[in-house]
């Protein structure tokens, strides 16, 4: 003990802030390993929205959430998802970087810049983390998705993510969301409302799936005709290939 007084501070720094690093780092894995196998209770984006409701006085404001296991849920909406979102889900390892890339030339055209984000880096946000566009933030949220690509197979990141994914105002998975527009338990979702709850990504908030604005329906459109693309529910497994000549 008394050597480690004689040290030098900044070593003594130094050393303190290596060990709390790795407690971090490994605190962090064993979360992400426990919600391999365990339901997320809630995620880091319903929180941020509830907090920012009872700041702002949104008396009327009600979170609606609950956790739909894999099985109960219609094949038809993580393809949805997948179509709209990703479609490279499947087979890569948690980045599109052909889609960066794309958005990067984009930008240096000076177009508005483009989201690349995967279905795994959308999972790992919303988990995890807060909105916005930092780098610190991007930093987290690339260090979050390796952890649940090494850790989770493709199957639970869309299990959490059609879970937890935001579909309304207050409106969180596919549970809460099939029962406010739908009126049927997601189990029973077919491929047109699977669509329509992915054309409202891009924006929940503006965007209804249950009043579909031109927008909408023709994004919705154009989702079930990539689903029907990939090759049905099977693409979502790995076990299909989009069809050619489409």
């Known amino acids: 003990m008394l050597a480690e007084f004689r040290r030098p501070l900044p070593i003594r720094l130094l050393r303190s802030l290596a060990i709390l690093l790795l407690a971090w780092l490994a605190s962090s894995w064993l979360i992400v390993l426990l919600l391999r196998f365990v339901p ?7 929180l941020e929205r509830q907090l920012g409701a009872w700041i702002h006085g949104e008396k009327d404001f009600r979170l609606r959430q609950h956790w739909v296991p894999w ?13 709209g979102e990703d479609q ?6 948690g980045f599109d970087f052909d889609s960066i890339d794309r958005a990067i030339d984009a930008a240096d055209r000076g177009r508005r810049l ?16 807060w909105n916005g566009r930092s780098f610190a933030r991007k930093g987290l949220e690339a260090y979050f998705t390796v952890l649940i690509e090494l850790t989770w197979p493709k199957q639970r990141i869309l299990e959490v993510y059609v879970n937890i994914a935001q579909l309304g105002n207050g409106i969180y998975g596919v549970g809460a969301a099939s ?8 189990a029973q979702l077919g491929p047109v409302q699977a669509a329509r709850l992915a054309a409202v990504l891009p924006n929940p908030i503006r965007l209804h799936a249950d009043r579909p604005s ?3 329906q023709e994004r919705a459109n154009w989702i079930e005709q990539q689903m029907n693309h990939l090759g049905g529910p099977a693409y979502i497994e790995g076990r299909a290939a989009p069809r050619s000549g489409h």
């Open 40 to 46: 997320p209770w809630t995620s880091a984006v319903m």
């Open 71 to 83: 099985k109960q849920v219609s094949p038809w909406v993580p393809l949805a998802m997948v179509a």
């Open 88 to 93: 490279k889900f499947p087979f890569h390892h």
């Open 114 to 129: 483009r989201g690349a984000s995967t279905i795994s880096q959308q999972t790992a946000k919303n988990l995890f983390l």
């Open 179 to 186: 029962e406010a527009y739908f009126h049927v338990p997601p």
């Open 214 to 216: 031109a927008y909408v």
